[in-house]
Nanobody
Framework: QVQLVESGGGLVQPGGSLRLSCAGSGRTFSGYPMGWFRQAPGKEREFVATTRWIGGDAYTQYYTESLKGRFTVSRGRDRNTVSLQMNSLMPEDTAVYYC?????????????????????WGQGTQVTVSS
């Protein structure tokens, strides 16, 4: 059974940091996109950041432009994990954050940002930014 399990969410004050982690099991995710989406109350799920294999042991990263510089996505050493370091958090970052993995290696930069191109999803972890 394929599973993605997130951890690391919680309550943080504005300006604070959180690190989310996601561990995949049930198949290998090495060489496939893994990343993060989020969904705020009353809004659609949106792309946050993801990683794509570019050959050898290397992955490149994609971000929503507005989050670049504050958020950093990375793959773990075994490549079946993905993390999201979130700094300078703002109240508008409050959302449920979902880990996602795709079984398509050939996604281009446009399609890698779309929810429909991800086959596996975690249960979500709540991030609340509030004073």
């Amino acid at each position: 059974q394929v599973q993605l399990v997130e951890s690391g969410g919680g309550l943080v004050q504005p300006g604070g940091s959180l690190r989310l982690s996601c561990a995949g099991s049930g198949r290998t995710f090495s060489g496939y996109p893994m990343g993060w989406f989020r969904q705020a109350p009353g809004k659609e799920r949106e792309f946050v950041a993801t990683t794509r294999w570019i050959g050898g042991d290397a992955y490149t990263q994609y971000y929503t432009e507005s989050l670049k510089g504050r958020f950093t996505v990375s793959r773990g050493r075994d490549r079946n994990t993905v993390s999201l370091q979130m700094n300078s958090l703002m109240p508008e970052d409050t959302a449920v954050y979902y880990c996602a993995a795709s079984s398509s290696r050939g996604l281009t930069s446009m399609y890698i940002r779309k929810t429909e191109n991800y086959d596996y999803w975690g249960q979500g972890t709540q991030v609340t930014v509030s004073s």
